[in-house]
């Protein structure tokens, strides 16, 4: 293996995918930390989820088991990190150790994994179907229907379709939204008392942990997070001062890397996102 100071790795994302504004959010932060290693190189790799390519035999076979984005791919790593949280923390274990702080790290995992384990689409689509609300269908299902797969492929999607049904084929559930909802809510509330207890509340542009601590990993998903939740009309699962902070944070040169002006969800006046080239790099 190289060392860390040769890492050159890619990240496979969709500029629209909440989990990839996570990641390159992160990787946009972690340079303007304290002690910051950053890798020799980190290139961005354009997956546009919304033609399935996400589901293309290469990128399971290869890349992303789940068929997901993001992912990150390089040459230090034995196998590629096939979501948002597990590239994140690696990016802040091996190159940004200040956004994991030794003082805050079980605080920073424990809310990281709740939040990582909502679903997305809970919380990110306030109107879905009828037919969605029982259950979200996947393109796998179609693609599954061709004659001419090879053995692994159809395998990959099987094993793809099998993930989906567990996981986002459920998330419009109305059991399953309320569950979001809530455990958001309560997530949010726990994030302002830990904003509470720095010194953070008395200044809105401040991290969760104060100016002391600085920017965390639980930031550079925070953000997005809360953002989406605005942008998906879900405004008021958030507490005032959190939608405060995410308003100043949006403007920030660190975030206009990331979205560039737009907001986090695509809608069609807004163009194909492939002519987004502004968003096609780090």
């Known amino acids: 293996m190289s060392e860390l100071s040769n890492a050159e790795y890619t990240l496979y994302s969709f500029p629209f995918s909440l989990y990839s504004m996570m990641a390159r959010h992160t990787i946009q932060l972690g340079p303007t930390t304290p002690g910051a290693m950053p890798p020799n190189k980190i290139s961005l790799g354009f997956i546009n989820h919304r033609k399935n390519e996400?589901?293309?035999?290469?990128?399971?076979?290869?890349?992303?088991?789940?068929?997901?984005?993001?992912?990150?791919?390089?040459?230090?790593?034995?196998?590629?990190?096939?979501?948002?949280?597990?590239?994140?923390?690696?990016?802040?274990?091996?190159?940004?150790?200040?956004?994991?702080?030794?003082?805050?790290?079980?605080?920073?995992?424990?809310?990281?994994?709740?939040?990582?384990?909502?679903?997305?689409?809970?919380?990110?689509?306030?109107?879905?179907t009828a037919e969605m609300r029982l259950h979200n269908p996947s393109p796998v299902e179609d693609i599954l229907k061709a004659t001419d797969l090879s053995p692994e492929y159809r395998l990959a999607?099987?094993?793809?379709?099998?993930?989906?049904?567990?996981?986002?084929?459920?998330?419009?559930?109305?059991?399953?939204?309320?569950?979001?909802?809530?455990?958001?809510?309560?997530?949010?509330?726990?994030?302002?008392?830990?904003?509470?207890?720095?010194?953070?509340?008395?200044?809105?542009?401040?991290?969760?942990?104060?100016?002391?601590?600085?920017p965390t990993v639980l930031d550079s998903h925070l953000l997005p997070l809360v953002l989406r939740c605005i942008d998906a009309d879900n405004a008021e699962l958030v507490p005032q001062e959190l939608r405060e902070w995410a308003g100043v944070k949006a403007k920030s040169p660190v975030w206009q890397g990331v979205m560039h002006g737009r907001p986090t969800t695509w809608d069609p006046s807004m163009g194909p996102v492939a002519d987004m080239h502004e968003m096609m790099s780090l």
């Open 157 to 214: 999607l099987e094993a793809k379709l099998s993930f989906h049904n567990k996981n986002n084929g459920v998330a419009f559930q109305p059991a399953v939204v309320a569950k979001a909802r809530t455990d958001l809510q309560t997530i949010f509330a726990e994030i302002t008392e830990h904003r509470r207890r720095g010194g953070a509340s008395d200044n809105e542009a401040e991290w969760t942990f104060g100016a002391q601590v600085g």
């Open 54 to 128: 996400t589901l293309g035999e290469d990128y399971l076979l290869r890349v992303n088991p789940k068929g997901q984005v993001p992912t990150m791919t390089g040459n230090v790593l034995e196998q590629p990190l096939t979501d948002s949280l597990s590239i994140s923390l690696y990016l802040a274990e091996k190159h940004y150790p200040a956004m994991l702080p030794a003082d805050h790290e079980a605080v920073i995992r424990n809310l990281l994994n709740r939040i990582h384990a909502i679903y997305g689409l809970s919380f990110s689509h306030k109107n879905p």
